[in-house]
């Protein structure tokens, strides 16, 4: 994926970033990472999510800043959807600035909704056959065989 055309100086990008309360380190391009406090690349490895998401709809559940959602598209997930809502309704430690300033400087495609996990259902998020990933802890290429919250 590379950045959006509006975003292609890379002093445009630090500034954009620079007011917002990362959780998520996101690779930006061109070396800017944002400044998160969570060691994500760390964390995506153990993870072990498919190399090749082409063809699959993502479902990132607790979204937050969105690097697992933007990282799929990244793997060529067709439709991926960002869900979230302690965060983005502020209720948590962040707010959804993060996911949008992302989105924005990446041109990306990751669709947002937000909503409560419980209140996840096929009728409110679709009928794809979902590439799960609950708080990005499961993956998986079937509907939400190992997922918890199979309702989706």
Avoid at 45 to 58: F, I, T
Avoid at 78 to 92: F, I, K, P
Wanted: glycine fraction near 10%; hydrophobic fraction near 35%.
């Amino acid at each position: 994926m590379t950045r959006s055309s509006d975003f292609q100086d890379p002093e445009l990008v630090r500034k954009e970033i620079a007011g917002v309360n990362w959780y998520h380190q996101i690779d930006l391009g061109d070396g800017i990472v944002t400044p998160g406090v969570d060691d994500t690349a760390n964390r995506m490895a153990p993870l072990e999510l498919p190399a090749d998401l082409r063809g699959k709809s993502v479902l990132d559940i607790g979204a937050w800043d969105g690097v697992f959602s933007f990282e799929a598209e990244r793997r060529g997930a067709s439709r991926v959807l960002a869900t979230d809502s302690y965060c983005w309704n502020g209720e948590g430690w962040g707010t959804k600035e993060g996911f949008d300033t992302a989105r924005r400087i990446l041109g990306s495609r990751v669709e947002d909704f937000e909503i409560d996990v419980m209140d996840l259902s096929p009728e409110r998020v679709g009928r794809s056959t979902w590439c799960c990933s609950s708080a990005c802890s499961t993956t998986c290429d079937t509907p939400c065989s190992r997922w918890s919250g199979s309702r989706a």
